[in-house]
Nanobody, 122 residues
């Protein structure tokens, strides 16, 4: 699967941003899509994922503030990020992996998109 991410940018704390990720190269109902992020000096971490049936998973740090939606037949997902905080500053990566009954993990990801930088200032 090829992944093309877009969105990101700079915003003040409390603001919102939306990321998008377009996938191609595989039938939509054969994979899950998600988002990971990596802050400077830290390991890459899971943010959210969704499968084609609409099942979603979130990390505890973003639950209630971020929403992942899309996929189904359009092969595109979005990450709506609200109430952004400085600790959300990171490079965000779109990812593709197998459909399971649990969220994507760094080790289960099969394809990565290019990163997009999100900067939240206080």
């Amino acid at each position: 699967v090829q992944l093309q991410a877009s969105g990101g940018g700079s915003v003040q704390a409390g603001g919102s941003l939306r990321l998008s990720c377009a996938a191609s190269g595989r039938t939509f109902n054969t994979y899950a899509l998600g988002w990971f992020r990596q802050a400077a000096g830290k390991e890459r971490e899971f943010v959210a994922s969704i499968d084609w049936t609409g099942n979603t998973w979130y990390s505890d740090s973003v639950k209630g503030r971020f929403t992942v939606f899309g996929h189904d037949r359009k092969n595109t997902i979005y990450l709506q990020m609200n109430s952004l905080q400085p600790e959300d500053t990171a490079v965000y990566y779109c990812a593709e992996g197998p459909i399971t009954d649990r969220p994507l993990t760094v080790t289960s990801v099969r394809s990565w998109g290019q990163g997009t930088l999100v900067t939240v200032s206080s």
